[in-house]
């Protein structure tokens, strides 16, 4: 049987200049997570019916509102769920702006949607409130249940999101600013987004071309120093010009990624086939067993009825065939060779490991 192999096939071809912006960020301008717990309330019957953490967080959120339910109360919450809420505050961000957050079902829920939810505060690592999420839930899930218990559910129906469903009410500092007058201004550093020694090295040569020699340095394969004004205007001037610089960087990597359940490979235009004869075949041991049934004689006296098994074992070798790679940089000739062998996607795996355990396949093989 073919193997069909989903590929994409990035050829190499002359470098393709790429903004500074796309490939590296400002160390320290990143986001910061938040992470809560809530009420989702107006369910259809899909709630957590009467879990212990849901009564409390039911009671205690009431209580707020000067409504006390008794103790011993049996109260019946379908119509409720426990969730737990998170959310990205982006950099920057101030008190005011609105941010997406994403709930998901603490219990038993069958599903959020048609909820929505109840006022609840995000905190950060160090247990500060950063902001207020409320909203009605945004699911794309859904499930449906018949009464001999068969159901079908599409995505998760348990989880959902509320775009710009919290409100930021305070934010972080970030380390952009410059020190004051007085001392020696703050440097501001390019983290690369993949490591790479010829991309920092590229970066800093433009930085140094149009800001002026000595500006930039690349200190090691993901970080480039610059060295800045403590004026933050200034500094805002600068990191917008060096985030449209271009930079015509080195090729990436030779890389071939497999991910073995689906037969997806997707090839690097970088890989490289030296010249190499690949053999597979595939042998099948089958044991069959018939069961007859023995009788004695009619009217025997000492006879028995019993049951005899008769197996039976057969074994089919498919026919081996060789393919040849020819060397070069033709990815084609890797994919034809790989389809005439008719290897399956398990096998496809152990195909390119020996590959490159013999030093036929030059770049790195990831299996996912």
Same mark, same amino acid.
């Given at each position: 049987?073919?193997?069909?192999?989903?590929?994409?096939?990035?050829?190499?071809?002359?470098?393709?200049?790429?903004?500074?912006?796309?490939?590296?960020?400002?160390? !320290?301008?990143?986001?910061?997570?938040?992470?809560?717990?809530?009420?989702?309330?107006?369910?259809?019957?899909?709630?957590?019916?009467?879990?212990?953490?849901?009564?409390?967080?039911?009671?205690?959120?009431? *209580?707020?509102?000067?409504?006390?339910?008794?103790?011993?109360?049996?109260?019946?919450?379908?119509?409720?769920?426990?969730?737990?809420?998170?959310?990205?505050?982006?950099?920057?961000?101030?008190?005011?702006?609105? /941010?997406?957050?994403?709930?998901?079902?603490?219990?038993?829920?069958?599903?959020?949607?048609?909820?929505?939810?109840?006022?609840?505060?995000?905190?950060?690592?160090?247990?500060?409130?950063?902001?207020?999420?409320?909203?009605?839930? #945004?699911?794309?899930?859904?499930?449906?249940?018949? *009464?001999?218990?068969?159901?079908?559910?599409?995505?998760?129906?348990?989880?959902?999101? &509320?775009?710009?469903?919290?409100?930021?009410?305070?934010?972080?500092? &970030?380390?952009?600013?410059?020190?004051?007058?007085?001392?020696?201004?703050?440097?501001?550093?390019?983290?690369?987004?993949?490591? #790479?020694?010829?991309?920092?090295?590229?970066?800093?040569?433009?930085?140094?071309?149009?800001?002026?020699?000595?500006?930039?340095?690349? /200190?090691?394969?993901?970080?480039?120093?610059?060295?800045?004004? *403590?004026?933050?205007?200034?500094?805002?001037?600068?990191?917008?010009? /060096?985030?449209?610089?271009?930079?015509?960087?080195?090729?990436?990597?030779?890389?071939?990624?497999?991910?073995?359940?689906?037969?997806?490979?997707?090839?690097?235009?970088?890989?490289?086939?030296?010249?190499?004869?690949?053999?597979?075949?595939?042998?099948?041991?089958?044991?069959?067993?018939?069961?007859?049934?023995?009788?004695? *004689?009619?009217?025997?006296?000492?006879?028995?009825?019993?049951?005899?098994?008769?197996?039976?074992? #057969?074994?089919?070798?498919?026919?081996?065939?060789?393919?040849?790679?020819?060397?070069?940089?033709?990815?084609?000739?890797?994919?034809?060779?790989?389809?005439?062998?008719?290897?399956?996607?398990?096998?496809?795996?152990?195909?390119?490991?020996?590959?490159?355990?013999? !030093?036929?396949?030059?770049?790195?093989?990831?299996?996912?």
């Amino acid at each position: 049987m073919r193997v069909l192999l989903a590929l994409l096939l990035l050829l190499a071809g002359p470098a393709l200049a790429e903004r500074v912006k796309d490939v590296a960020r400002f160390q !320290g301008v990143r986001g910061n997570a938040l992470v809560g717990y809530g009420l989702v309330v107006g369910l259809p019957g899909t709630g957590d019916d009467n879990l212990v953490f849901t009564l409390q967080s039911m009671r205690s959120a009431l *209580a707020a509102l000067g409504v006390v339910i008794p103790a011993r109360a049996n109260a019946q919450l379908k119509n409720a769920a426990a969730v737990m809420i998170t959310a990205e505050l982006p950099p920057f961000a101030k008190p005011g702006q609105r /941010i997406d957050v994403t709930v998901a079902a603490l219990g038993r829920t069958k599903s959020l949607r048609g909820g929505t939810l109840v006022l609840s505060e995000l905190k950060g690592p160090d247990g500060e409130t950063y902001a207020l999420a409320q909203g009605q839930v #945004s699911v794309s899930g859904f499930g449906a249940e018949g *009464a001999d218990g068969s159901k079908i559910v599409v995505n998760t129906p348990t989880s959902g999101r &509320i775009p710009g469903g919290a409100v930021v009410e305070r934010g972080v500092p &970030i380390p952009f600013a410059g020190t004051g007058s007085g001392s020696a201004p703050t440097p501001l550093v390019l983290d690369l987004l993949t490591p #790479s020694f010829s991309m920092a090295q590229a970066v800093a040569d433009a930085i140094n071309a149009q800001e002026g020699g000595g500006v930039a340095q690349a /200190i090691d394969a993901v970080s480039i120093t610059v060295r800045a004004p *403590a004026d933050p205007a200034a500094r805002v001037r600068l990191a917008s010009r /060096i985030e449209a610089l271009e930079v015509e960087g080195s090729a990436p990597a030779a890389r071939v990624i497999v991910n073995a359940r689906t037969g997806t490979v997707v090839i690097g235009g970088n890989v490289r086939l030296l010249p190499a004869g690949i053999a597979h075949g595939n042998l099948t041991v089958a044991v069959t067993e018939t069961y007859t049934v023995s009788q004695p *004689a009619p009217f025997a006296r000492r006879g028995q009825t019993v049951v005899t098994a008769q197996s039976d074992v #057969s074994v089919a070798q498919e026919k081996t065939r060789m393919a040849l790679l020819q060397p070069g940089p033709r990815l084609q000739d890797l994919v034809d060779a790989i389809n005439t062998l008719g290897a399956a996607p398990g096998d496809l795996v152990a195909i390119l490991e020996a590959l490159r355990e013999a !030093g036929a396949l030059r770049a790195e093989l990831v299996v996912i």
